[in-house]
């Protein structure tokens, strides 16, 4: 896989989540090949489950996992279903797990995600968003590993 693209996506994972009020602790292109799905990059976000209500919390940690397949098709333009991406499983898996219980009858829960994936869509195509996505690409790029500091360096000046 090409590391701009898996730079894109992780980094949408990272600004998502940060919008969402999680701590990125650390986003890599050289991820560990641990016995899970093999990854190209890998964002390690930590929620403060404590501020959120439990739905709001799996709204929250839904988006930030579609954020990454959405900030791909931002970046290449390819206006492709999560859920038919072999190399997003593992994202849409995570969002459907989390809203599953949310919305348990499955029609009504790919519509769920589908709007999610939407919405994605809309707020990370535009200011500030897709620019803070694009710096922080570029130091992750750069630098292949970031610690939180730097996400949040690279963040704070699009967000803040």
């Not at 093999?38 to 959120?52: I, L, Q, T």
């Not at 859920?83 to 599953?100: G, K, M, N, R, T």
């Not at 968003?129 to 630098?143: F, G, K, N, Q, S």
Request: aromatic share 8%; net charge negative.
């Amino acid at each position: 896989m090409d590391d701009e693209v898996t730079a894109y996506h992780e980094c949408g994972h990272a600004i998502i989540a940060i919008i969402s009020g999680a701590r990125v602790k650390q986003l890599t292109l050289e991820p560990e090949w641990d016995d899970g799905p093999a990854r190209y990059g890998d964002a390690r976000v930590e929620w403060r489950v404590s501020n959120y209500s439990a739905r709001d919390l799996r709204l929250r940690k839904a988006q930030t996992a579609l954020a990454g397949p959405v900030a791909e098709m931002v970046y290449t333009g390819d206006p492709f279903h999560p859920a038919f991406v072999a190399e997003w499983q593992s994202d849409w898996d995570i969002a459907s797990s989390e809203l599953q219980p949310l919305q348990p009858d499955p029609q009504r829960l790919m519509r769920m995600l589908e709007q999610v994936t939407r919405e994605l869509h809309q707020l990370m195509s535009n200011e500030p968003v897709w620019p803070a996505i694009a710096a922080l690409a570029d130091e992750l790029l750069a630098h292949e590993t970031l610690d939180e500091a730097q996400i949040r360096a690279a963040a704070d000046f699009w967000l803040s």
